[in-house]
């Protein structure tokens, strides 16, 4: 036809058809959609005998698989310190069924796995990653090692030894901060639950046997204390291997009824702990760290369990911690406050750092700072100013940055399939159930400015924690860096001295 003529306006030969009704003579699109919400959904079953078996679809070869243990340091009160210590140590040695720690390897190799137990203050984990093929094998594996373990004569001599070793490494290692934690949780936990000790005491190296030890599992290692978590599997294939190797299984220790469970809850004491230590010749050799005071304030949070956790994880971001200083441009640790009102300010601080530490019945918000011992005083002044001034004005790009921060670390994070593992493991344990990441994100993004001021205000009206490491001559004493807390702009009382 001639142009313009017909249906097509001005646009020359496209006629003008509404999209919104379907073409004529085009097949129907069919669209990919999402899988529904069961995919992505923690999935929980209690067997008869207590036990919970939780898992987490995620698709690949290969899965993670482990028990978790609702015990830890934290439950030692009623026996020797250092049990915990010495059955991370003991995990993965010979058991009923395989002869040695050799066996064992041997016996995950087949399946490209590898295995890890690590022990914390409340919880203790046995973890395996294979391929998912491998699952029945890898849960009759687990079960062996968490309730038959021979812990033959020759195994605790050897963890003796370990343990011995690990302790003289920890008093020479330049970076001090595992120990820091230890004395900080001592100070503001005085002799219970969380504040006794991670590492066993050398004094109770020779005194731990297998009696102990079983006097112990019999009260801890019991059904109703435990999760079975697995990432990368079928949740049903899951629950049949608990059934089959979990269920009705006699442990090596029996079943007579140990020492009563502790269901203590911390008690937070605040206080000090110092230990005066020479550290001129902490690392010498081409690049000597200068020797250094290390000090670390901590102020009771709260429980994991408590919606408070979530503005107490923000503030965390926003003063620096998670371990994101560096220099890698926005959104990263130079524009906490940390870095910015303390490390730029004052050149001579080697560090601070914030961390937040949190258990199912209390927390812990610390800041650990290392300067010259000349500097002490200095540097406990600018930590307790940074404390004072949390609950003052909170302004809208740093918490929108610190809230993305946190989003963005806690995605990364969940990536990875041995961290899923550990998060559903430890929710599972604490809760029954698990938050998943984009519920936790939308609680993230609902903090304002006032739940910071509210958790920082309610926070500052407890006693201080303090831990003090090195050449501790200008340390402040106690009372006067309580006094400093409680003042109004976090300074500490002044000293008058005639002689200098």
Known sequence: GAPGSGSATGG???????????????????????????????????????????????????????????????????????????????????????????????????????????????????????????????????????????????????????????????????????????????????????????????????????????????????????????????????????????????????????????????????????????????????????????????????SFLEDDFIPFAVLNMMMGGGGSFSAGGPGKGMFTRLYLNVLNRHHWMYNATSYHHSYEDTGLLCIHASADPKQVREMVEIITREFILMAGAVGEVELERAKTQLKSMLMMNLESRPVIFEDVGRQVLATNTRKLPHELCALISQVKPTDIKRVVTKMLHKKPAVAALGDLTDLPTYEHIQAALSSKDGRLPRLYRLFR
Request: net charge negative; with cysteine; hydrophobic share 40%.
């Open 12 to 302: 020359g030969a496209y006629p003008s058809v509404s999209l919104a009704c379907p073409l004529p003579g085009v097949p129907k699109a069919v669209f990919a959609a999402a899988e529904s919400r069961e995919r992505f959904e923690t999935r929980v079953t209690v067997l008869e005998n207590g036990l919970r078996v939780a898992s987490q679809n995620k698709f690949g070869q290969f899965c993670t698989v482990g028990i978790l243990v609702n015990s830890g340091s934290r439950h030692e009160a009623k026996y020797l310190s250092g049990i915990s210590h010495f059955l991370e140590k003991l995990a993965f040695s010979s058991t009923a069924q395989f002869g040695s720690k050799d066996e064992i390897l041997l016996t995950l190799e087949k399946h490209g796995g590898i295995c890890d137990c690590q022990a914390s203050r409340d919880t203790i984990m046995y973890a395996v990653s294979a391929d998912a093929r491998g699952l029945d094998t890898v849960v009759n594996l687990l079960a062996d090692v968490t309730l038959q373990p021979r812990l033959s004569d020759e195994e605790i001599e050897m963890t003796r030894m370990a343990i011995r070793f690990e302790l003289e490494d920890l008093n020479m290692r330049p970076d001090p901060e595992p120990l820091l934690t230890e004395m900080i949780h001592a100070a503001a936990f005085r002799d219970n639950t969380v504040g006794l000790n991670r590492f066993c005491p050398v004094e109770n190296t020779d005194k731990i046997d297998r009696d102990v030890l079983h006097s112990y599992l019999s009260s801890y290692y019991t059904p109703d204390r435990m999760v079975l978590a697995g990432v990368g599997i079928e949740h049903e294939h899951l629950v049949e291997c608990a059934r089959k190797y979990l269920l009705g299984v006699q442990p090596v220790w029996g079943t007579g009824q140990g020492r009563a469970v502790d269901r203590s809850v911390a008690q937070y004491t605040g206080g000090i702990v110092k230990v005066e230590k020479d550290m001129s010749d902490v690392s010498l050799g081409p690049t000597p760290i200068p020797e250094l005071t290390h000090i670390m304030i901590g102020l009771e949070s709260c």
